[in-house]
């Protein structure tokens, strides 16, 4: 029962950390990242096996004066009765063993790195462990493993999965012994003959090497601190293999050595374990983008010379350079942040202290985990910590508070300088590293501690101001007196040399140590949305400024449409604020299909799409970048040509998407391609979902007509209404769906197959030979002659536009058909089905009553006036072709209702003589009509045998603009 029990145990944890502990308090991460982050881990490693175990650790110099510091918990052990024993968790991971304590992991705590193991032995179980395991590390600590509790068997189990895992470590061994000739705590061991590994070269260092470390080595104690350092190596560890004990916490409160304070920084913050797995990746990052530029290079040439101005090595070309190389492999490595405001200050400050490489590997991590959004476009991890601040303030100081509303003093103006630097742009260099050394250790915490310590110990002056002004002058003043006595007048003199930082520090880790990193999670939490919203509608506002202009897009549509592209972009490239957030292809098509009536998404259909298929023709055509991703001004750019509502421009708009080359020429396989094309995005037209204003027009016409019979069956045959009598619409009106529905399909068919016939027959031959020529030679191929490969041809923007304004579908298509279909301004959380039912449309016609009503009225007078002529016969009217060559109906009385119209569907009425003139005059005969013609093949003849000049003349003049113009009045 115990066993299943156990299982069931286990179950449940595992759908906790797995399910529920996804996201806890907004922060969206896993409980693997909240675990790597915990122990300073690298993002990828993950839990292989852990286990309750008692741990006793000894050192090849340990004395029995540091034995008496351990604690005594266990009366079984046969070991010396000084020897510290720790009961606690530990894990294994795939590169690490992790042990923390389980009443303190002050009391005793390491991250051993597996390459530092030398040697694990299985020892004898005991009457209380069914397991105990020796381990032996590089730096001669010997660490046992006491088993204790759970299953034989999961012991076992921990005891092969570390043998397994140690098996796959050994090819890291190689990356260890550099590694190590790069920590100066292995360098001060080596030197006193007390570690086995031969360091002979001084390990690389900060800039304080060369120009001298901030503050008094003397007066710090620099070289007592060392000394202290040393002994704690010997007993506990060092680098890569450290075990960290209360001895551990004190050495760094009381202010790092200056040449260990760059190794203890990267072991406390986890940016050594990055280092050891990326060794030459910086290098490596400067060598690959030697030369390049970016916007981000820009901006740090502009800030090196504001970095810490006052320390001697940013005066000198030599530091300055290392600063450029550190800022420039960081861009180049996160181009979504770059090069951000105050990271100049955090470099510089590192480079004081660490090597190129290990300040480049410390920022990484300081941006990634343990300041996230503060060094970003947006700010949103500072901004956030501001109202965090001031939320602690109002808790803890409510008088002050009080008094800083009372005055409408900005207090995030005073406070944000502190954090976004990390106090180093606000107090003198040596107390900010004083700070650092402890953030570093215990995290972002100790900047809130250190920003109420500084409240705290100024209160009583800071209430007595009432502006701004007058509250920054008493803190300017309070961090210049840092070195100067807390308690000048006291009678004791430990008060009188206590410091005001001493005294800060006291203030901030005594009185508010119960701000902790809990405490600020559910500050944060509360306060995340509002401050994202608050960033993001500035960020909105800041870019759509900023856009290109797009004349055919109004104010309020970019708002929305602002909206709905990043929704399609990651929450967490918005966070961090990168101002270059794009979408690649499957986000770009989704994007479309929300807003275009012809674009469908299907996952699987979008990544089958073919290489030149239309969407991806356009987003190519969008990218202005070349990065096959998009923008948002890309985006922007692009919809703007599509919606284009001038005809001529729009033509051209779409023959620019072929014409690759950028010589007014689209070739035979661009042709085909775009008769496709066309085919793909009149879909919905084509099976008879959505109506063009030609259909439509039809539609309204037979509803008059039946409208129109009602109203004269229910006059009894009286001709002479009186116009001002009231037309009653029906409820409903019965029209042949199926006919108009298969007409319209009918009809962009029938416009396709025109197109591709019409543009293969006049387009232009490549050669200089004529292909009217050809056609007289062989009668047999003047249908093919076009797709002949050996007779190459193209055909240019003039000669589309004609081939376009030939066909009254694809015309309507261009002039608003395909605009109307891209709704731009649909509200983002509409839920809305493009692939729209014909009956939809049907049963909507007679929403607008008014316009069938004046359509009836047209007819009611047309009769009426036909039967004022001796009736005579009816006639057919002819619409406005503005009105998308809208269409009148003849009504004869015992005639047939499903008798042939003569406008059928809004086609323009005119004889064969008028229509052989305008084909003839202007050359656009297209089609058929050259096929049955013979006068009109004889003049097209002609047409072919002029020479190219007059040709291209008479194309982009007559045809596209004279010609059009025709046509319109021929229509009319």
């Given amino acids: ?134 381990l032996t590390t590089i730096s001669k600590l010997h660490i046992k493993l006491y088993f204790s509790g759970g299953i034989r068997s999961d012991n076992e189990r921990f005891a092969q999965s570390l043998s397994m895992v140690l098996k796959k470590n050994q090819s890291n061994i190689k990356k260890l012994k550099p590694f190590i000739q790069t920590c100066y705590s292995e360098y001060l061991l080596s030197k006193n003959n007390v570690s086995n590994e031969v360091v002979e070269n001084t390990p690389p260092g900060g800039l304080g090497l060369a120009f001298k470390f901030p503050g008094n080595a003397k007066e710090s104690k620099d070289k007592f601190k060392v000394k202290l350092w040393f002994d704690f190596f010997k007993e506990n560890g060092r680098n890569l293999s450290l075990v960290k004990t209360p001895m551990f916490y004190k050495l760094i409160r009381v202010g790092l050595p200056n040449r260990l304070r760059g190794e203890i920084w990267e072991l406390c913050c986890g940016s050594m374990y990055l280092r050891l797995d990326h060794q030459g990746e910086y290098d490596k990052l400067l060598s690959d983008n030697k030369g390049k530029m970016s916007v981000a290079i820009e901006e740090i040439e502009k800030d090196l010379n504001r970095s810490l101005p006052e320390y001697a090595a940013y005066q000198s070309p030599g530091g300055i350079e290392s600063l450029r190389k550190v800022l420039t492999a960081f861009s180049w490595r996160n181009p979504e942040v770059g090069y951000c405001q105050a990271m100049n200050i955090v470099v510089a400050a590192l480079l004081i202290y660490m090597s190129e490489e290990q300040a480049f590997w410390s920022l990484n991590v300081l941006c990634d985990r343990i300041v996230p959004g503060y060094y970003s476009k947006t700010m949103y991890g500072t901004l956030l910590d501001q109202r965090v601040f001031e939320s602690l303030v109002q808790t803890t100081m409510p008088v002050l508070w009080e008094h800083i509303c009372k ?300 409208v129109l019979k009602k109203q004269t069956a229910s006059k009894d045959g009286d001709a002479h209404e009186n116009e001002n009598t009231e037309i009653d619409l029906p409820a409903h009106i019965e029209v042949n769906k199926e006919k108009l529905a298969a007409e319209q399909t009918e009809r962009y068919l029938q416009a396709a197959s025109n197109f591709i016939n019409r543009a293969f027959e006049y387009a232009q031959p490549e050669e200089d030979e004529l292909l009217i020529k050809d056609l007289a030679i062989d009668e047999k191929l003047k249908h093919n002659v076009a797709l002949d490969p050996s007779h190459p041809v193209y055909l240019n923007l003039a000669t589309f536009r004609m081939v376009i304004l030939a066909d009254e579908t694809y015309e309507l298509l261009f002039s608003s058909t395909l605009r109307d279909s891209i709704h731009l301004d649909r509200p983002l959380d509409t839920a809305f089905d493009p692939m729209r039912n014909i009956r939809d449309m049907f049963d909507g016609l007679l929403a607008d009553g008014k316009k069938v009503a004046n359509k009836v009225r047209m007819r009611m007078d047309s009769r009426a006036s036909q039967q004022s002529h001796d009736g005579s016969s009816s006639s057919s009217l002819r619409s406005s072709r503005t009105k998308a060559a809208s269409t009148m109906a003849t009504s004869r009385e015992g005639e047939e209702e499903d008798e042939e119209r003569d406008d059928d569907f809004g086609a323009i009425s005119i004889d064969e003589k008028d229509k052989d003139m305008l084909l003839a005059t202007e050359a656009q005969s297209l089609g058929d009509t050259a096929q049955r013609r013979p006068d009109i093949k004889e003049q097209l003849k002609k047409l072919h045998e002029m020479d190219s000049e007059s040709k291209e003349k008479l194309a982009d003049g007559a045809l596209a603009d004279k010609g059009k113009e025709n046509l319109i009045e021929f229509e009319s």
């Fill in 407 to 706: 005055n409408d003093i900005q207090l995030s103006v005073v406070s944000l300088p502190w954090f976004l630097s990390l106090y180093l742009s606000s107090m003198p260099l040596v107390y900010a590293f004083r700070i650092l050394d402890i953030f570093f250790m215990q995290g972002p915490k100790v900047l809130f501690q250190v920003a109420l310590g500084i409240l705290k110990a100024n209160g009583d002056e800071l209430l007595k101001s009432e502006d701004d002004g007058t509250f920054i002058s008493v803190i300017k003043e309070y961090f210049l007196n840092l070195d100067t006595s807390a308690f000048p007048n006291s009678p004791q003199l430990k008060f009188r040399n206590t410091t005001k930082f001493q005294e800060l520090l006291g203030i901030s880790f005594k009185e508010f140590a119960n701000i902790d990193d809990e405490t600020i999670k559910q500050h944060r939490s509360k306060h995340r949305d509002t401050i994202f919203q608050n960033i993001s509608t500035f960020v909105k506002r800041t870019e759509i400024r900023h856009l290109p202009k797009t004349p055919n897009i109004s104010q309020s549509t970019l708002d929305i449409l602002y909206d709905r592209f990043y929704s399609q972009v990651e929450v967490s490239n918005i966070t961090k604020g990168s101002g270059s957030s794009t979408v690649d292809f499957k986000s770009f098509v989704k994007f479309l299909s929300e807003v275009c009536d012809w674009v469908r998404f299907e996952k699987g259909e979008v990544e089958a799409l073919p290489g030149d298929h239309f969407l991806k023709r356009l987003f190519k055509s969008w990218d202005s970048e070349n990065q096959g991703t998009l923008s948002f001004a890309d985006l922007l750019v692009g919809l703007n040509l599509l919606v284009e509502a001038d005809l001529m421009t729009a033509m051209s708009n779409f023959f620019k998407l072929y014409d690759v080359k950028h010589n007014n020429k689209i070739d035979r396989e661009g042709i085909l391609r775009i008769s496709e094309d066309l085919l793909y995005i009149t879909t919905p037209w084509k099976e008879g979902h959505l109506l063009d204003e030609i259909t439509r027009t039809a539609v309204e016409n037979e509803v008059a007509d039946a």
């Fill in 1 to 134: 029962m115990a066993f299943f029990a156990n299982l069931k145990d286990r179950a449940i944890n595992t759908f906790n950390e797995v399910i529920l502990d996804r996201k806890v308090g907004g922060d969206g991460l896993t409980a693997e990242q909240k675990f790597c982050q915990k122990f300073k881990l690298p993002e990828e490693e993950r839990i292989v096996q852990e286990s309750n175990v008692v741990l006793v650790y000894s050192s090849d110099h340990s004395d029995t004066r540091t034995k008496k510091h351990g604690q005594r918990r266990y009366n079984s052990f046969e070991e010396d009765e000084y020897e510290a024993h720790f009961q606690g968790r530990l894990y294994l991971t795939q590169h690490f063993l992790i042990f923390k304590d389980s009443h303190d992991y002050r009391d005793c705590s390491f991250t051993l790195q597996l390459s530092t193991i030398k040697k694990v032995e299985r020892e004898m179980a005991s009457f209380d462990f069914n397991l105990t395991l020796a």
